[in-house]
């Protein structure tokens, strides 16, 4: 079930809440000032990034002024897991009044684990409901809610995307990280694609940033002639590396973030990030105005874009179908 929530219906909502959130009021109430955790696992030079900007100035959009209405607690744990328990934990002791998780599942768990009091708005999540971080899309439940990556749904498009760009692909290697539990039963995603064209799917473990060389070299030794890159924090945080890397092998990738293609990569077919973060800000305006986040769905991305890169493809020799290039958000050239 997809669930969509626009900017016109969560402002209408706004103070229409029956219940607040007691924590969240009292907090705001006795500080004067909102007090916002942000618990990543990125590095900290993302605080400037497009993504995070956008989650700032939609919240500065809605009123809020840094450093007199609000105040924002960053825990970058630097593509480190262990981490996120502990800053997670440390923003629960700390009583933010919300708790602002993105990218990803592991990041959103380690929120959930660490406060049931506490709201928790994510971003970029997976699997929500098979990890029950909700009981449902339409009802969360619990003390957390926000915007998924449709992740279940893309990779399959995803290999169909590459098979039309390289319609010479016969083996496709898919990074994936075993920890993430969003990536349970990945390859059955890629089954519909696999049965129409007939291409292999390779599932390739990338546990940590070590094992990004080794795997392009059993890429190569195995022969995989395209590459899926999934949206896992490690794979965010090492975009560049990755794109290097695939450059340096010469294989066709496919990545989840427009941005990724801008930086050099082949192509990317995902949720625009910045506008998912947006919208982000409204569940937690919504939730400092009194709302249960367990009564706000939780919202699937409404805009899906594809980004190719023609100078990436000109230096792999590869001629892109112009029906592909017709049906692109963007072209670099």
Known sequence: ?????????????????????????????????????????????????????????????????????????YRWADGNHERLAEFA?????SKVDVIFSAPGTPTAIAARN?????????????????????ESLARPAGNATGLVNESQDLAGK?????????????????????????????????DAVVRATGVKVVLIDV?????????????????IDGLLVQADDLFINEGTRIIELAAAYRV??????????????????GPNIPDMYRRAAFYVHKILKGAKPGELPVEQPTRIEL???????????????PTLLARADEVIE
Do not use: C, H
């Open 114 to 134: 660490a406060t049931t009091g506490i709201p928790i708005v994510f971003a970029g999540a997976g699997d929500v409901v098979g990890t029950r971080l909700v």
């Open 252 to 269: 066709p990738a496919i990545y989840r973030l427009a941005y990724q293609a801008t930086a050099g990569g082949l192509m990317a077919y």
């Open 1 to 73: 079930m997809t669930v969509s929530i626009g900017r016109r219906e969560l402002l209408a909502a706004l103070g229409g809440a029956a219940v607040a959130w007691p924590l969240a009021a009292r907090a705001q109430q006795a500080s004067g000032a909102a007090r916002i955790g942000v618990l990543s696992p990125l590095s900290a030079s993302e605080t400037t990034s497009a993504p995070f900007e956008a989650f700032r100035k939609a919240l500065r959009d809605l009123g809020y002024i840094e450093g007199k209405s609000i105040n924002f607690i």
């Open 207 to 223: 546990e940590r940033r070590a094992d990004l060389e080794p795997a392009f070299e059993t890429i190569k030794k195995s022969r």
């Open 89 to 93: 934990a440390d923003l629960a002791s």
């Open 307 to 321: 980004v190719i890169n023609l100078k990436t493809a000109k230096a792999l020799g590869l001629d892109v179908p």
């Open 158 to 190: 995803q290999l169909e995307l590459l098979i039309e760009a390289v319609p010479t692909v016969s083996q496709v290697g898919v990074f994936w990280r075993p920890s993430n539990p969003s990536y349970k039963n990945l390859l059955s995603r890629f």
